[in-house]
Structure formats: structure tokens, C-alpha cells
């Protein structure tokens, strides 16, 4: 499938009459390449433009560069170069007074600190984002909107988080950005799946949800398909594996994280390895192999440690499971009480959330009344 978006801006180039503002849709168009997964190719167009600004550097030429650099490395590998890269792009872009650049480097950046649970920062990039008009960047707007959904989403209100999505995708359509529609599907089918499985690992387990949950994965794979996106590419096995384990189809989950987890790991996905390997623990551990599952439950404590979330509710309650299937009662109350704290922790956070959320809105309505 051919992207709306790629031809729009070789459509654009062709027609610019001077370098410097075909450079900037060229490096604009590499940061693209770069969040479809081709990245050699976004590298080689980035490297052409940087030789042409050696000896007489440009500020827009470099906060674009950077973004797209950034964005390479965030498909890459989901590795820490990203941000920096793209704290370079949005003060390049600044003090350049390139408001395209800046606007959507601050809605990435807002992307980065939602990620990080940052958000105070998060907050704060989204108020630069979306500042931005419609003629600025849809782009911009599509990617900050989708960063407001997916909050208020984490913190169970999908009531308001639906608008937002909504607003998200009319963008992406508009500017007809295929990779956008993609993050907004596997972004929202990643929050239902773990919500999915908070419930589960309480005992409240909802299997009409995890079906759904099962179909958005399902649908978000056929776009993906269909749109030919390259990077990233364990995310979908590995969601399609934590569903299948909510459905007690243990068997076809272990067999999805068994050929992906190395993929994953690479891909940067290492801040859920401990998820991950408490989800593998659960299927050995139903599927009879005793020693597998102590295995994989004792390397997940030891992950706990070294990636320490807001809500590890779900992996401690999955563990507490783990270790009653095992046996081993004082394992499973230490998690079991360890679940019940991060529960009450959660639902602090998500207060918080919300309380930060309404801080932005408060502040977006005080200079639309200016």
C-alpha cells in the first residue's frame, strides 16, 4: 500500500523552488521512513542532507535532522538517543522559530514523557503541541491528541479518553498517516490488554473483554499487514501472547514468547521483560513444566527490582499465582500482598493523572479566553 503521506510529500518537494525548504520536507519525509521501519533508507536521505550543511549548518535543517534521527532510533530499538535527539530537535526548532519542527517535536517529546511517567513533562510538551493549528501540523495534533487518550485511558477513563482518539485519527486520516493509525491501535489494544490482565491476576478475570481484546490485536496485525509497516515487529506477537494467556490457551501463548522474546528484547522492549516473563511462568507452569516455571517466576522477581513501574500489580498478582501452582505458599502471599499495595498505589496515580490532565485543559482554556 502506498503511503498518502509519503506521496503528498514528494508531491511537495518536486515543487519547491528553493533547497533549503525541499531539504526540510526531505528530512521530514526520512522521519517518516524512519517510523515506517526503513530505516537505511532514512539514514542514507538524513545523511545526504547533513553533508550539504557541514560547512554552513542551518538551525531548521537541524532540528529537523534531529527529529528524524530520533525517531530512527526510537524505531530501532525504543533506546534513550530518541529523546535526546528530539530535546535537540524541539530547542534547534525554537530558537529557529520553525513552528512545523517545534510543534511536533514537543508532541513527541509529550509521547516520550507519557512513556517515561513523566508527567509534568508530558503535560508541558502537550501544552506546546497543541497550540499548534491545523495548518502548523495535523501531524503534530494527531500525535499530542493520542498522547492525551492514551492517559486518560491508562487511568480507566475511557470516557474521556475516546474523544481524544477520535480527534487523533480524523488528523491522521486528514494528513493520511498510515504509521499514526497503526500507534493508535496497538496503543489502545496494549491498555485494554493490560487492564485485561490487572483483572485477571486479581481474580476478577472478564473473558468477553479479553476476547475483544483478542480482535483488536487481531485487527491491529491486518493493518499492520496491509500497510506494510516494518518496525517494531515483535509488538503484535508479543500482545497476541499475553491475550492468549487471559484465555487459558497456554500452549499457543508460550509458543508466541518463546519466538519472540529474543526479537523483543532487541527491539527494546526490556522495560515489560519482567511481564513478559511472569506471563511464560503462568503458561509452564499450567501446562505441567514445574522447574520452566520457577524459572522463568524467579528471573521476573528479579526484573521487578530493576524495572519498577507505577502498577506492577498485574505481574505480582500473576506471580502470586505462579507460586501457589508451585506450592510455595509464602512466595504467593509475599506477591499476593505486593499486588494489593501496587493495586491502592495505582489508584493514587491514576487520581494524580487525572488531577495533571485537568491542570492541562485549565491552562488551554486560559489562553483561549486571552
Given at each position: 500500500m502506498v503511503s498518502r503521506l509519503l506521496s503528498a510529500l514528494d508531491a511537495r518537494i518536486a515543487k519547491c523552488h528553493g533547497?533549503?525548504?525541499a531539504d526540510c520536507l526531505r528530512a521530514e519525509r526520512a522521519a517518516l521512513l524512519a517510523r515506517q521501519g526503513r530505516l537505511g533508507e532514512a539514514?542514507?536521505?538524513l545523511a545526504a542532507i547533513r553533508a550539504r550543511y557541514d560547512r554552513h549548518p542551518n538551525a531548521a535543517i537541524s532540528a529537523w535532522a534531529n527529529l528524524a534521527e530520533g525517531l530512527a532510533a526510537l524505531y530501532k530499538d525504543l533506546g534513550p538517543l530518541a529523546r535526546d535527539k528530539m530535546r535537540r530537535a524541539l530547542a534547534l526548532a525554537t530558537a529557529a522559530d520553525a513552528q512545523r519542527v517545534r510543534v511536533l517535536?514537543?508532541?513527541?517529546?509529550?509521547?516520550f514523557a507519557y512513556a517515561d511517567d513523566d508527567w509534568d513533562a508530558m503535560v508541558a510538551h502537550l501544552d506546546i503541541a497543541l497550540a499548534a493549528s491545523e495548518s502548523d501540523s495535523r501531524l503534530a495534533l494527531a500525535r499530542a491528541c493520542l498522547v492525551v487518550a492514551q492517559a486518560y485511558h491508562w487511568c480507566d477513563r475511557f470516557d474521556l479518553a475516546l474523544p481524544w482518539y477520535v480527534r487523533a485519527r480524523r488528523y491522521a486520516m486528514d494528513e493520511g498517516d498510515e504509521t499514526i493509525l497503526s500507534a493508535l491501535m496497538h496503543n489502545m489494544a496494549w491498555l485494554r490488554a493490560f487492564q485485561a490482565r490487572r483483572l485477571a491476576a486479581s481474580g476478577n478475570a472478564d473473558r468477553k473483554q479479553v476476547l475483544e481484546v483478542l480482535l483488536g490485536t487481531e485487527s491491529t496485525a491486518q493493518f499492520d499487514r496491509v500497510v506494510s509497516t516494518k518496525s517494531l515487529q515483535s509488538l503484535v506477537p508479543m500482545l497476541r501472547a499475553h491475550v492468549l494467556a487471559l484465555l487459558d490457551r497456554h500452549a499457543e501463548a508460550l509458543t508466541l514468547f518463546d519466538t519472540h522474546?529474543?526479537?523483543a528484547m532487541a527491539e527494546g522492549l526490556g522495560n515489560i521483560r519482567f511481564s513478559l516473563l511472569a506471563e511464560m511462568a503462568w503458561c509452564r507452569?499450567?501446562?505441567?513444566?514445574?522447574?520452566?516455571a520457577r524459572r522463568d517466576a524467579l528471573a521476573a522477581e528479579g526484573q521487578l527490582e530493576a524495572f519498577k513501574l507505577v502498577d506492577d500489580s498485574a505481574t505480582h498478582g500473576r506471580l502470586a499465582q505462579v507460586f501457589a501452582a508451585l506450592d510455595d505458599a509464602a512466595a504467593a502471599e509475599r506477591h499476593q500482598a505486593l499486588a494489593v499495595r501496587d493495586r491502592q498505589l495505582h489508584a493514587e496515580r491514576q487520581a494524580q493523572g487525572l488531577e495533571r490532565l485537568s491542570n492541562l485543559a485549565a491552562i488551554r482554556g486560559a489562553r483561549r479566553a486571552n
Open positions: 533547497l533549503l525548504e539514514h542514507a536521505a517535536s514537543a508532541a513527541w517529546l509529550a509521547s522474546f529474543d526479537a507452569a499450567r501446562l505441567g513444566d514445574a522447574p520452566g
